[in-house]
């Protein structure tokens, strides 16, 4: 599943073709994606310009004059920019044509994303109103993750996963940044120290950027808007490496369900 650091890059990769543009038609060849396709998404964009793309979570924001189009990746959905003369696959459900002869184009095989449309403030969006802080932003950091987790018994690798508490720590970052913290992930988040908290928030921070800059991992399914694989996958210390050795103390890495997700560790460095 596309992740923080895989739709960052997304939107990095197709902002520099869509900014400034103008949409010349929108054609949806299946509605059917995890929340429908509005009926009136065409009438909404066709003729307006598309002022700049931002991401909130793992949401892309399309912004234009009287509204914002939210897209969601689901699980193995990815956003390209193509010639509008390419002919769509069988998982292409959505094209929005631009004028310059360029169209962006949704792609979801298992149909988990979304394509909505509001003309008020998104971030007021059900989708969108109750997440938590950005972990890349000032308002993420030790403290924050501290105060939430008095009195919690979960642990703390879901807790980390909680959008309420942070979002866009997937998985595979959840995994990595508490190896970095040296934190098992079954540990009771209410008997985490305030200076693992720091640290954990720093590693958060670290990790994320590293994928971004790498274009983010790809496992399975992830390609960026110019269809190339994200790198990260090469950097990857501990998930999805069970029984291999740990990086840091050479120990086997293990692995276990831990809130219904595949968890990795080193049961040495992390405790």
Not at 58 to 69: D, E, N, P, S
Not at 101 to 110: A, C, E, H, Q, T
Not at 231 to 248: E, I, N, Q, S
């Amino acid at each position: 599943m596309p992740e923080l650091p895989e739709v960052e890059t997304t939107r990095r990769g197709v902002r520099p073709h869509v900014k400034g543009r103008r949409v010349k038609q929108v054609v949806v060849r299946d509605a059917r994606l995890r929340w429908p396709v509005p009926p009136d998404l065409a009438r909404a964009l066709v003729g307006t310009t598309i002022d700049e793309v931002e991401r909130r979570a793992k949401y892309l924001l399309f912004r234009t004059a009287h509204g914002t189009a939210i897209v969601h990746l689901g699980m193995s959905g990815s956003l390209r920019v193509v010639d509008a003369g390419v002919s769509p696959e069988k998982h292409d459900h959505v094209d929005v044509v631009l004028d310059d002869g360029k169209l962006l184009r949704l792609r979801d095989p298992r149909r988990f994303g979304c394509l909505l449309f509001t003309r008020n403030d998104p971030h007021d969006h059900p989708l969108l109103k109750d997440l938590g802080p950005e972990p890349l932003s000032r308002a993420f950091d030790g403290a924050h993750l501290h105060r939430i987790a008095r009195g919690r018994t979960a642990a703390v690798k879901t807790f980390l996963m909680d959008a309420a508490v942070v979002v866009g720590v997937g998985n595979i970052y959840a995994n990595e940044a508490l190896w970095r913290a040296r934190l098992a992930p079954r540990r009771r988040t209410g008997r985490v120290t305030r200076a693992h908290f720091d640290e954990l928030a720093r590693s958060v921070k670290e990790v994320l950027a590293d994928a971004i800059a790498r274009g983010g991992t790809t496992l399975r399914d992830f390609l960026s808007a110019d269809g190339e694989p994200g790198h990260f996958r090469m950097d990857l210390a501990v998930y999805d490496r069970a029984g291999k050795l740990c990086p840091r103390c050479r120990t086997p890495i293990r692995t276990a369900r831990v809130g219904q997700r595949s968890s990795f560790w080193c049961p040495r460095c992390q405790a």
